[in-house]
């Protein structure tokens, strides 16, 4: 509730149908989400839009390697490559509604994070 996912969620993530199913966190309801965007919008006034506000986010395979076991994800490249792209394009689309939600609430930099896409880990 309070930082990064330390625990792998129980899914079983193998088969297309199962990534289908799975639901996308509403950034204005959900988790931390909206004390983000709220804080962006608040920055983005107290800056009087004079100074840059930083949106920064995990990149869709480090977020998805947060999500689920890393050892199982970077398996998948391997050995499922079509549930895995799939999967990440599940996270990608909750990372662009998350991105332009920053976006709309002021910020207007971004940074994103991808150090698990690094060659040292793939």
């Known amino acids: 509730e309070t930082g990064p996912i330390a625990d792998p969620l129980p899914l079983t993530i193998t088969r297309?149908?199962?990534i289908n199913k799975l639901s996308i966190p509403d950034?204005?309801?959900?988790g931390r989400l909206p004390v983000?965007?709220?804080t962006v919008r608040l920055l983005r006034a107290c800056g009087g839009g004079k100074i840059l506000v930083l949106g920064m986010f995990k990149g869709s395979f480090t977020a998805t390697c947060r999500i689920l076991e890393p050892d199982l994800i970077?398996?998948?490249?391997?050995k499922n490559r079509q549930a895995l792209e799939s999967l990440l394009d599940k996270v990608n689309e909750f990372l662009l509604v998350?991105?332009?939600a920053l976006i709309g609430n002021g910020a207007n930099i971004?940074?994103?994070a991808e150090p698990t896409a690094s060659a040292s880990m793939i």
């Open 16 to 18: 297309l149908e199962n």
């Open 27 to 30: 950034v204005k309801m959900d």
């Open 36 to 38: 983000i965007l709220e």
């Open 74 to 78: 970077m398996r998948m490249t391997l």
């Open 98 to 100: 998350f991105g332009l």
């Open 110 to 112: 971004f940074f994103i």
